[in-house]
Structure formats: C-alpha cells, structure tokens
C-alpha cells in the first residue's frame, strides 16, 4: 500500500504537551481513532489505534515523528485523541 511508505506531514509543533495524569490524558479510546503521544508529541508524531486490550493501546504512528516508529503500544494514559475535524490546523500545505 502507498500510504505504508509515504511519510505524513504534520505540524507536531501545535500540539499541546500533556502530561499522563492530566485530565485531558483521561479519554475512552477507540480502535480507529487518531491520537498522539502526551508527553512528546513531536517523537512519535500521530498514529492510529488498531488494537486496544486491558488499557492499553497498540498504535500506528507510520513513521511520523521524530523516532520514525511504525507501531508501539502504550497505557491509554499517555495518548491524547485527535477530533478528525481539528486535523487542518496541523497539516502542513504543500
């Protein structure tokens, strides 16, 4: 698929830093969801939920931060959901 190796272009710099035990670190996540890493948006940059078991989420990140990781799973904690709708004010304009 084309989308696996194309690198996405997101303005990691507008997201907001949020801690673990921030109130906005308490969400109800879904499979399909798109979400960032809290504490570092910029080292994973966002990513897709495509598993979620016993609060944890494995997620999809496509290589889109600064670490360039594919897939890893985190404590639900530490994602922070992403309204599909507020996705223009950070991606970037070619």
Known sequence: MALKNKRLSYRLDRLPVI????RRAQNNLQQGDLV??????????????VQRMD?????????TGALEIEKDAFDIKYL???????????LKST
């Open 19 to 22: 801690r673990p035990f921030h």
């Open 36 to 49: 960032y890493y809290g504490p570092c948006p910029e080292y994973y940059g966002i990513g897709e939920i």
């Open 55 to 63: 609060g944890y989420c494995v997620v999809d990140f496509r290589a």
């Open 80 to 90: 922070i959901p992403i309204h599909k709708l507020n996705l223009g004010h950070i």
